[in-house]
Protein backbone atom coordinates (compact mmCIF):
# COMPACT_ATOMS: atom_id res chain seq x y z
CA UNK A 1 0.00 0.00 0.00
CA UNK A 2 1.29 3.04 -1.33
CA UNK A 3 1.49 6.01 1.53
CA UNK A 4 -0.85 8.88 0.42
CA UNK A 5 0.35 11.89 2.54
CA UNK A 6 0.59 11.71 6.13
CA UNK A 7 -3.04 11.05 6.48
CA UNK A 8 -4.52 7.26 8.19
CA UNK A 9 -7.55 5.69 8.35
CA UNK A 10 -9.30 7.89 10.95
CA UNK A 11 -12.75 6.34 11.68
CA UNK A 12 -14.13 2.81 11.81
CA UNK A 13 -15.19 1.13 8.44
CA UNK A 14 -17.65 -1.56 8.60
CA UNK A 15 -19.45 -4.42 6.39
CA UNK A 16 -21.82 -6.21 7.50
CA UNK A 17 -24.32 -9.49 6.50
CA UNK A 18 -26.50 -10.90 8.34
CA UNK A 19 -23.63 -12.86 10.59
CA UNK A 20 -20.77 -10.86 10.39
CA UNK A 21 -19.51 -7.57 10.87
CA UNK A 22 -15.91 -7.00 9.59
CA UNK A 23 -14.09 -3.93 10.51
CA UNK A 24 -11.10 -2.06 9.81
CA UNK A 25 -9.67 0.49 12.49
CA UNK A 26 -6.27 2.36 13.46
CA UNK A 27 -5.93 2.52 16.79
CA UNK A 28 -1.97 3.50 16.95
CA UNK A 29 -0.76 0.71 16.25
CA UNK A 30 2.70 0.05 14.68
CA UNK A 31 5.70 -2.40 13.63
CA UNK A 32 7.12 -2.55 16.94
CA UNK A 33 4.04 -2.02 19.63
CA UNK A 34 2.47 1.92 19.14
CA UNK A 35 3.58 3.78 15.75
CA UNK A 36 6.48 6.27 16.52
CA UNK A 37 6.16 8.94 13.95
CA UNK A 38 9.90 9.75 14.82
CA UNK A 39 11.32 6.34 13.51
CA UNK A 40 11.92 6.30 9.99
CA UNK A 41 11.34 2.43 10.09
CA UNK A 42 8.04 2.54 11.82
CA UNK A 43 4.73 2.01 9.90
CA UNK A 44 1.04 2.74 11.24
CA UNK A 45 -0.83 -0.60 10.94
CA UNK A 46 -4.47 -1.40 10.64
CA UNK A 47 -6.61 -3.77 13.33
CA UNK A 48 -9.14 -5.98 11.82
CA UNK A 49 -11.97 -6.92 14.24
CA UNK A 50 -14.23 -9.92 13.63
CA UNK A 51 -17.29 -9.93 15.06
CA UNK A 52 -20.83 -12.30 15.30
CA UNK A 53 -24.24 -12.34 16.01
CA UNK A 54 -25.29 -13.12 20.01
CA UNK A 55 -26.98 -16.58 19.46
CA UNK A 56 -29.47 -15.62 21.96
CA UNK A 57 -30.25 -12.13 20.44
CA UNK A 58 -29.79 -12.10 16.93
CA UNK A 59 -30.35 -8.39 16.97
CA UNK A 60 -27.23 -7.45 18.60
CA UNK A 61 -23.57 -7.97 18.41
CA UNK A 62 -21.83 -10.66 20.86
CA UNK A 63 -19.11 -9.04 22.30
CA UNK A 64 -17.82 -11.97 23.69
CA UNK A 65 -17.55 -13.47 20.17
CA UNK A 66 -15.19 -11.36 18.59
CA UNK A 67 -11.34 -11.74 17.09
CA UNK A 68 -9.20 -8.84 17.35
CA UNK A 69 -5.74 -8.55 15.36
CA UNK A 70 -3.21 -6.29 14.38
CA UNK A 71 -2.98 -7.22 10.74
CA UNK A 72 0.06 -5.14 9.62
CA UNK A 73 -1.50 -3.60 6.31
CA UNK A 74 -0.42 0.13 6.22
CA UNK A 75 -3.17 2.46 7.67
CA UNK A 76 -2.69 4.97 4.55
CA UNK A 77 -5.85 3.81 3.15
CA UNK A 78 -8.78 5.78 2.29
CA UNK A 79 -12.03 4.51 3.76
CA UNK A 80 -13.40 3.54 0.58
CA UNK A 81 -10.45 1.03 0.27
CA UNK A 82 -10.88 -0.02 3.61
CA UNK A 83 -14.92 -0.62 2.59
CA UNK A 84 -13.20 -2.69 -0.29
CA UNK A 85 -11.12 -5.06 1.96
CA UNK A 86 -13.76 -5.32 4.76
CA UNK A 87 -16.06 -7.00 1.72
CA UNK A 88 -13.54 -8.98 0.65
CA UNK A 89 -12.88 -10.26 4.18
CA UNK A 90 -16.80 -10.56 4.80
CA UNK A 91 -17.14 -12.87 1.57
CA UNK A 92 -14.53 -15.52 2.73
CA UNK A 93 -16.23 -15.71 5.96
CA UNK A 94 -19.62 -16.89 4.12
CA UNK A 95 -17.69 -19.51 2.80
CA UNK A 96 -16.63 -21.16 5.40
CA UNK A 97 -18.81 -23.28 7.18
CA UNK A 98 -21.31 -23.34 10.75
CA UNK A 99 -18.81 -26.64 11.38
CA UNK A 100 -15.54 -25.04 10.67
CA UNK A 101 -16.37 -21.79 13.50
CA UNK A 102 -17.12 -24.24 15.89
CA UNK A 103 -14.28 -26.29 16.08
CA UNK A 104 -11.50 -23.45 15.28
CA UNK A 105 -13.88 -20.32 15.15
CA UNK A 106 -10.36 -17.80 16.01
CA UNK A 107 -8.43 -20.32 13.02
CA UNK A 108 -11.47 -19.24 10.55
CA UNK A 109 -11.52 -15.79 11.52
CA UNK A 110 -7.35 -15.52 10.82
CA UNK A 111 -7.69 -17.82 7.82
CA UNK A 112 -10.66 -15.50 6.15
CA UNK A 113 -8.41 -12.17 6.40
CA UNK A 114 -5.28 -13.47 5.84
CA UNK A 115 -6.41 -14.99 2.25
CA UNK A 116 -8.84 -11.86 1.59
CA UNK A 117 -6.39 -9.49 1.81
Keep these: MEKIGNKVLKSRVSACNKDFRVSLLYLGEGCCGDYD ?3 PD ?3 Y ?3 DIETKNPYDRRCWDDDITYSTCTGIPAWVTAKEAKIM ?6 KLEKISDRSFKRNGEYCYKRA ?3 AL
Design 37 to 39: ETN
Design 42 to 44: DEP
Design 46 to 48: LRI
Design 86 to 91: CRKVLA
Design 113 to 115: WET
